[in-house]
């Protein structure tokens, strides 16, 4: 059997690159993730690719000094997995994130690129921050939270003036227009961010935003809704609507707990309505809001059961 070249105990990697097993998968990625990005190397000692690709993946996650974690699974040693992932080459690697996977590609790739891939997944765990105008962009958040949506929205503004790049100056911008109900200036302000931002966690948790107002003026009394679903717990779009409907009122743990049952109930509903409906709720909140972390939890749980 073909030995991969610099394993997960090669000097150096420590705590932060490791090989588990299927039966450790839940805890050690999708529980681990919920605090650290964890990328995934799947691998197999046949597989010439690997060798070339693991100890490059582990330089650049070692590099990270513990922003981003790496772990390590034989497919001919965890096929349920790979089968629930869809895996069907190696190397697959995957970053999880708050339990679900948010990046990944196949084969293998020059170090640059795998430096970069690095680096979005730091990023989407919220590592490296921008600095410099981050105090002007804190005070702008403090405004919006006051209900100062105008002064908030200039100093947004101003801030992208002096760095156009700024993906958190962008996704507070949307969010004071949205405040001010202003969808239409909101979905301009996305639509004119620079491409290089463009799925920066900012601005996906602001799309997110703006699908939910979006969704909100059309929401349907709770009241009547809720009634409509105990008198029939099957009539799933009641239910989804529900969700929508309980979001629209403030009550993001009560959708969230309405989109969980749909989903236990019928995930394929819809063409999987309801857990495109949980991602989007999920990403607009902030990663770590209790409502996000117990519903990806949850919904991770039922996923990977």
């Not at 999987?272 to 409906?277: E, H, L, R």
Request: proline share 4%; with cysteine.
């Amino acid at each position: 059997m073909l030995e991969l070249g610099g394993g997960a105990n090669a000097a150096g990697a420590g705590d932060l690159v490791k090989d588990i097993t299927e039966a450790e998968f839940m805890t050690e990625v999708v529980e681990a993730s919920m605090k650290t990005p964890i990328i995934v190397d799947f691998w197999a000692p046949w597989c010439g690719p690997c060798k070339t690709l693991g100890p490059m993946l582990e330089e650049a996650v070692t590099a990270a000094k513990g922003a981003v974690k790496m772990i390590k699974v034989n497919v001919d040693e965890a096929q349920m997995i790979a089968g629930q992932l869809q895996i069907q080459s190696i190397p697959t690697v995957y970053a999880f994130w708050q339990g679900q996977p948010v990046d990944g590609f196949q084969g293998a790739l020059p170090q640059s690129e795998i430096k970069a891939f690095v680096q979005r997944v730091v990023e989407a765990g919220g590592g490296d921050a921008s600095g410099g105008l981050d105090d002007a962009v804190a005070a702008a958040e403090e405004m919006l939270e006051q209900g100062a949506t105008e002064d908030a929205a200039q100093t947004f503004a101003a801030i992208l003036e002096e760095e156009p790049n700024h993906a958190g100056a962008y996704g507070g911008l949307v969010r004071a227009h949205l405040a001010a109900g202003e969808l239409d200036q909101a979905e301009a302000v996305l639509n004119g961010a620079p491409a290089e931002i463009a799925s920066s966690p900012e601005l996906e948790a602001a799309h997110a935003q703006l699908e939910l107002a979006k969704q909100a003026a059309d929401a349907g009394p709770v009241a009547e809704l809720t009634a409509a679903v105990e008198a029939d717990p099957e009539n799933h779009q009641a239910r989804f609507d529900l969700a929508q409907a309980l979001h629209a009122n403030g009550d993001a743990e009560g959708a969230v707990d309405q989109l969980l049952e749909l989903f236990r109930r019928d995930r394929e509903w819809n063409d999987g309505a309801a857990k495109a409906q949980l991602f989007t709720i999920f990403d607009a909140l902030k990663a770590n809001d209790p409502v996000v972390l117990n519903g990806r939890r949850k919904l991770s749980s039922m996923i990977f059961a």
